[in-house]
């Protein structure tokens, strides 16, 4: 693994809702306006999840891009979004958007302010991407290893860091046992929330 990184929620910040347990009671009273973007597989399993963790109903709509998602949050095409960092923060720092909570279990250093979605009321969503290398099952072991080591001397380098944490990316840089061990965990963790939600393999 190279890094990890939470995922966040947001509205648009004229919505009016300024609180996850807001947004809860505004899908309630208003289901046939509540919707939500979403670019790829993770994005909607993390939405479905909420629905699933808070009893919403918040329906599908797809965008091909998290940077898309977020804008169509801004023209008040959805409700909501659960994104990236990237495309976010600055839509954040203009104040068109209004993030209510992190996907993650404690608070980030990059946003301080923003509360954890268990803080904020759902508790269940902790929700972590990630990103790292891959190679063909049958690679050599001593190929394996060397890349295992090259990587893990880049990721601490600090320039490295410096570059990662520009993209809101927490350096990892764990072995390929403990690689295996997140990847099996995440397979099980969001083919529940798949088939609870009835969601297809249809991105492409």
Partial sequence: MIGSFPLMLVVNASLGVKSVKELIEYARTRPERSNYASSAAPFQLASELFNQKTGTRFAHIPYKSSGESVNAVIAGQVTMTIADPPPVVGQLKAGRIRALA???????????????????????????????????AKTPAPIVRKLRDEVARIIRLPDTHERLAG????????????FRRVIARDIEKWT?????????????
């Fill in 167 to 178: 993209m809101a990316i927490d350096p990892a840089g764990s072995t390929p046992e403990e």
């Fill in 192 to 204: 529940a929330v798949a088939r609870a939600a009835n969601i297809k393999a249809d991105y492409q």
């Fill in 102 to 136: 992190l996907t993650s279990a404690a608070r980030h250093s990059a946003w301080p302010d923003v509360p954890t979605m268990a803080e904020a009321g759902a508790p269940g969503m902790d929700v972590v991407l990630w990103t790292g290398f891959h190679a063909p």
